[in-house]
């Protein structure tokens, strides 16, 4: 059964930075698309960042030179670096993997931001 853990989300002030951690178990991490969603009060769920199996990445427009995907393969890991933190942020994270099964997603970790 796949599993995904997120840690790292909590309150941080306008321009601070936080890293979010997913961590997936019970199948081919190093296959798979890693992504990361967040769902603000009253808004839809958006697409934040991805990166596939080889490498690439992509961002949402208003994350882009603020927020870094990346993935450590040996630990079946994704993370999100976010810095520059703005109250619009403030949000519910998820992670979601894509394998050849289906996808799956984590539980979500809160971020909130005060101005």
Do not use: H
Request: charge should be positive; hydrophobic fraction near 30%.
């Amino acid at each position: 059964q796949v599993q995904l853990v997120e840690s790292g989300g909590g309150e941080v002030q306008a321009g601070g930075s936080l890293r979010l951690s997913c961590t997936v178990s019970g199948s081919i991490f190093r296959l798979n698309t890693m992504s990361w969603y967040r769902r603000a009060p009253e808004k839809q769920r958006e697409l934040v960042a991805t990166i596939t199996s080889g490498g690439i990445t992509n961002y949402l427009d208003s994350v882009k030179g603020r927020f870094t995907i990346s993935r450590d393969n040996a630990k079946n890991t994704v993370y999100l670096q976010m810095d520059g933190l703005k109250p619009e942020d403030t949000a519910v994270y998820y992670c979601k993997t894509i394998t050849s099964g289906g996808q799956y997603w984590g539980q979500g970790t809160q971020v909130t931001v005060s101005s």
